[in-house]
C-alpha cells in the first residue's frame, strides 16, 4: 500500500522560510516524479514543483521559481521542498503526490498517488 505524509507545514509570517518534507513508501517510485500540489480555500489544486525519482531532473510552477526548491533522497525515500520568502498567497494545503512518467504534464488529474496534505499559513 503507497504511502505519502506529509510534515512541517505551520505558520509563518511573511518572508519567512518553511521545509516540507514527505515520506514515501509502499513501492519502488522509479519512474514516477515526485510532486508538490497546492489548494487555497475556494482554487483548485495547483501544481507547485515536481522532482523525478530516477534522474533528479526539477519543475517549478512560475509563482515559486526562484523562492521553493524541490529534492529528493532516494536512500531514505523522501521528498522535500524548501520554501523561501514566503508570501501571504503562499498561503494553502500542501499535497505530496506521486505521478507515473509524468515528463512536464502538470495536472492534477494525472496524479497517482496522494498524501494527506499539510497547511502552510503565511501571515502578512
Known amino acids: 500500500q503507497v504511502q505519502l505524509v506529509e510534515s512541517g507545514g505551520g505558520y509563518v509570517q511573511a518572508g519567512g522560510s518553511l521545509r516540507l518534507s514527505c515520506a514515501a513508501s509502499?513501492?519502488?517510485?522509479?519512474?514516477?516524479?515526485m510532486d508538490w500540489f497546492r489548494q487555497a480555500p475556494g482554487k483548485e489544486r495547483e501544481f507547485v514543483a515536481g522532482v523525478s525519482w530516477s534522474s533528479g531532473r526539477t519543475y517549478y510552477a512560475d509563482a515559486v521559481k526562484g523562492r521553493f526548491t524541490i529534492s529528493r533522497d532516494n536512500i531514505k525515500n523522501m521528498v522535500y521542498l524548501q520554501m523561501n520568502s514566503l508570501k501571504p498567497e503562499d498561503t494553502a494545503v500542501y499535497y505530496c503526490?506521486?505521478?507515473?512518467?509524468?515528463?512536464?504534464?502538470?495536472?492534477?488529474?494525472?496524479?497517482?498517488?496522494w498524501g494527506q496534505g499539510t497547511q502552510v499559513t503565511v501571515s502578512s
Open positions: 503526490a506521486a505521478t507515473w512518467r509524468a515528463a512536464a504534464s502538470t495536472l492534477a488529474s494525472e496524479v497517482d498517488y
Open positions: 509502499g513501492r519502488t517510485f522509479s519512474g514516477y516524479r
